[in-house]
Structures are given as structure tokens and as C-alpha cells.
């Protein structure tokens, strides 16, 4: 169904006489999802159309594992990824935080980073603006679908803000 709202959307966009037209960029288009949704994302990853993929509190369940209805790509669908991503885990107490820090292991082919902070599986989504982690989603979708600069100084950079905040870990690989 993602793929599905993508393609309404992109129709709408070029229809004429829609509230819409005009209003997407088709060359800036990002995939992302909290929990079930982070693997609902990683599904859909791999369409072309995707310039980014944010995999927030989540990763892709072990393939010994059961499934879940919605939710059955294995491991090796992380080799569909053509873009860069993020995941953005809670740490050790994030039900999701074993299986997004193994996707970010086995990514080898496109950038990657892996940002955690201690904040469970909840995050903080709950707080006024979404807290600490919706700004980095913000920032890192800046950063990817922009190119702004001062985005970018939250993940990269000689003393990023991330780099310097003591409750986050960030690791990154793949860099061009």
C-alpha cells in the first residue's frame, strides 16, 4: 500500500486541477516507518523512485523468526536498499534494538548510520515536537532530500551534535 500512495500522490502531483499539483518534489522522496512501520519501509525500499529510508525504533526480524502479516522480507532484502539510511534506535531497552543494530551490521553497499539513543522504544515522539528524535529525523531528511548544510553538522563533521551528545551513539559507514 505504500507503493500504491506513492503512485496516487505522484499522479496527483502532475494532475492539473488537484489540490496537490505541483506540491511534490519527485526528485526529493523519502520511505521511513516507527516500528512495524520501519519494516513496512524497508519493504518498499528498494523502489527506485526513493531517495532515502529512515528506519525509526525497528529492523527487520531475524530470519529464524517468525512473521508477522505485512512484515515477511528476510534479511537479505536489506541488498534491495539503493539509498541512503537511517535507523534510529532506544537502546538495549528498544524491543526493536537487536534487529535494527543487526540490519545496520550487514548493510555493505550504500551509506549507513546507525544513531542510538537511550530513550526505549517509544522514543521521544511523546514529547512537545516529537523531542530529540524527531529533530534528527528532521535533520537527517534536510541533510538527504536538501542538501542543507547545517543539517548535515548534526551527523557529520569535525564535533557534529551528535557526535558530541554524550546519551547518543552514532556509527556510520559507507561514506562516498
Known amino acids: 500500500q505504500l507503493t500504491e500512495a506513492l503512485d496516487w500522490l505522484l499522479a496527483e502531483n502532475a494532475?492539473?486541477?488537484?489540490?496537490?499539483?505541483?506540491?511534490?518534489?519527485?526528485?526529493?522522496?523519502?520511505?521511513?516507518?516507527?516500528?512495524?512501520?520501519?519494516?513496512?519501509?524497508?519493504?518498499?525500499?528498494?523502489?527506485?523512485?526513493?531517495?532515502?529510508?529512515?528506519?525509526?525504533?525497528?529492523?527487520l526480524l531475524p530470519d529464524d523468526g517468525p512473521r508477522m502479516?505485512?512484515?515477511?522480507l528476510t534479511k537479505a532484502g536489506l541488498a534491495d536498499l539503493h539509498t541512503p539510511v537511517i535507523y534510529l534506535d532506544g537502546g538495549p531497552?528498544?524491543?526493536?534494538?537487536?534487529?535494527?543494530l543487526d540490519?545496520?551490521?550487514r548493510i555493505d553497499h550504500v551509506p549507513a548510520f546507525w544513531i542510538n539513543t537511550?530513550?526505549?522504544?517509544?522514543?521521544?515522539?511523546?514529547?512537545?515536537m516529537?523531542?530529540?528524535?524527531?529533530?534528527?529525523?528532521?535533520?537527517?531528511?534536510?541533510?538527504?532530500?536538501?542538501?542543507?548544510?547545517?543539517?548535515?553538522?548534526?551527523f557529520m563533521g569535525e564535533n557534529c551534535r551528535l557526535c558530541t551528545d554524550a546519551e547518543a551513539t552514532i556509527e556510520m559507514k559507507n561514506l562516498p
Open 15 to 59: 494532475r492539473v486541477d488537484s489540490k496537490y499539483a505541483g506540491l511534490i518534489d519527485e526528485n526529493a522522496l523519502a520511505v521511513g516507518g516507527f516500528s512495524c512501520g520501519g519494516v513496512q519501509a524497508l519493504t518498499v525500499a528498494g523502489d527506485r523512485r526513493f531517495d532515502t529510508v529512515v528506519v525509526q525504533n525497528s529492523g
Open 69 to 72: 502479516a505485512g512484515m515477511e
Open 93 to 100: 531497552e528498544d524491543i526493536a534494538y537487536e534487529n535494527g
Open 103 to 105: 540490519d545496520y551490521r
Open 118 to 128: 537511550p530513550t526505549g522504544h517509544g522514543g521521544t515522539y511523546n514529547e512537545p
Open 130 to 154: 516529537g523531542g530529540k528524535n524527531a529533530s534528527i529525523v528532521v535533520d537527517w531528511l534536510e541533510w538527504q532530500l536538501r542538501g542543507d548544510a547545517g543539517a548535515r553538522r548534526t
